[in-house]
């Protein structure tokens, strides 16, 4: 949450300084901010649209909140492992296919598929750790699950004049190379290449560069007057190329800021008010240490 409320903060900063480019209607501000934090910004976000694209990330927050606030509850309901199983595939099914029928991807539906992936994974992660995987099919795993990523960014870059095809497919795939790529992670002993040691920042940093990308890429479009898709000439690649990479550390940068001297401070403090109020609601009705019933 803290986090959350420093991007609607600078969201609405960016607005009134620089409406051209970050403007809003602020008539509807009161009814987008309520559906933020009722995690309805995704029904909101497809039915309305037509905000900055600094807003999008929201959408797909609501989706992830209103997951990891029901999963819990089924968990603790439906106690039979098999059933639960079954549920979650259900899920994995139900989702690509209800992406291609509503011809929509911001819906609660249309995104369980990944979500129910990784709850697979960390379902079956105990079972396939007991199996003692040989670092071979670990290094397999991994490569497979970063092949598949990385082949489905690659077609589907050219499948959006078949939109079905790419918004059908893509997110499923994306989920499975995650997920195939997670079995083959499960040892910490694994040695890693240097040269890509940066990117597990990202992995770090992943919700304060998710929450703040959209400033750098409206940013890098308009400020610097790059236009929005590369031109075919070899000065828009290069030159578009050059200022990428260059967003991309400093988003690093920016996140990483963001992360160690607010995130975390503002986490740590809200966990320790928390388990303070905690005790003393439930103080009086707890049994103390040797305590007698």
Known sequence: MPCLLLMIACACLAALTVPSLFGVDWHLMPARLWS???????SYFA?????????????????EEIFYLCFPAVLFLVRNRILLMAGIVALIVIGPIHRVNTFNI?????????LSMGVVVALMLEKFVS???S????????HLGGAIITANFLYTRSLY?????????????IGLGSAIYLFGAVKADVKRSYAFSWLEKFGEFSYETYLFHSFFLVSL????????EPGHDTAHKVLGGAWMIALIFMLLG????????????AGKWIKARAKHLSSILSGPYLLRPNQKI
């Open 254 to 265: 920016f996140s990483h800021v963001v992360y160690t001297y607010y995130s975390e401070p």
């Open 106 to 114: 911001y819906g609660y539906l249309d995104n369980f598929d990944q």
């Open 161 to 173: 004049s078949q939109a079905h095809a790419s918004i059908m497919w893509g997110a499923t795939f």
């Open 221 to 228: 479009i308009n400020v610097f007057k790059l236009p929005s």
């Open 36 to 42: 933020i934090f009722t995690f309805r910004y995704n």
């Open 135 to 142: 670092p071979a099919t670990l290094k397999f795993l991994r």
């Open 131 to 133: 199996l003692e995987p």
């Open 47 to 63: 039915r309305f649209g037509g905000v900055p694209r600094v807003w999008d990330p929201l959408w797909s927050l609501s989706v």
